[in-house]
């Protein structure tokens, strides 16, 4: 009998996996972690809005409906690619599909203050309570922010003084070996940032970054985050939906 994926024994094995896979679906909750994209939501100021035009549709006589949506790349909750900040990174067709596909690891950061930063030393504690941050992981940092979040006007608290992440715990986070970094704020790095170190330092090694989650408060410490991007031609990023599965109480 052959050994090497092939034969009996090989389909055997693909079909536990598979029923694996499905025993885990089947006893988790789902929590979605992406906002839903339409007209109003907000986006960086000097980033084109959200909007779509219906082409056809059945209430004109038309056998379906379609529209022609119209944003920017970094539009609701999104992936950033490296080329976004790195002349000659890696577009977002390029990212590895798996670098929003693991361990989720959220770290609440909602006691920071407005234009906080999250420090290499809260980092540390947090690992000295909860264990230590591993290689392939996706960091989610609960900032809170989602609670400002809003449509239209609603959004202008949104839009302004968020906390973020540090330099140094950036770099600390690079040195692990994450896969993605997210934050439920507007960017990673804190509002009045002038220099983006936490783009160059994650996007410059090719760690994408994961930009207005949502819904954090509802996940425990660990979780496993499933997220996929669209393949956009040299796209400097894209709106992602993130998903993220947790044991069923």
């Known amino acids: 009998m052959k050994k090497n994926g092939h034969g009996k024994e090989g389909y055997f094995v693909k079909e536990q996996i598979i029923s694996l896979m499905q025993q885990v679906m089947d006893s988790s909750n789902i929590v979605d972690l992406s906002y839903t994209l339409e007209p109003g939501m907000p986006v960086w100021p000097t980033h084109a809005r959200f909007g779509s035009i219906v082409y056809e549709t059945y209430d004109e006589g038309a056998v379906s409906l379609h529209r022609q949506l119209s944003f920017g790349e970094h539009t609701g909750t999104h992936l950033d690619a490296p080329k976004h900040f790195i002349k000659g990174g890696a577009s977002i067709e390029e990212v590895d599909v798996r670098a929003v596909i693991g361990r989720g690891v959220r770290i609440d ?141």
Request: proline share 6%; hydrophobic share 40%.
């Open 109 to 249: 950061a909602s006691f920071l203050e407005p234009c906080g930063v999250y420090t290499l030393d809260m980092l540390k504690k947090f690992e000295e309570k909860n264990g230590e941050i591993q290689k392939g992981d996706v960091i989610l940092l609960h900032f809170g922010w989602e609670e400002k979040y809003g449509i239209g006007k609603a959004a202008e608290g949104f839009l302004k003084d968020w906390p973020g992440l540090g330099e140094d715990a950036a770099q600390y986070l690079l040195d692990k070996g994450v896969a993605s970094v997210g934050t439920d704020a507007l960017a990673l790095d804190p509002f009045g940032s002038e220099t983006y170190p936490c783009h160059l330092i994650l996007l410059g090694n090719g760690v994408p970054i994961i930009e207005n989650l949502t819904n954090l408060h509802k996940l425990p410490v660990f979780s496993y985050v499933v997220g996929l991007a669209n393949k956009i031609k040299d796209g400097s990023a894209s709106p992602i939906r993130v998903i993220a599965l947790t044991p069923v109480k």
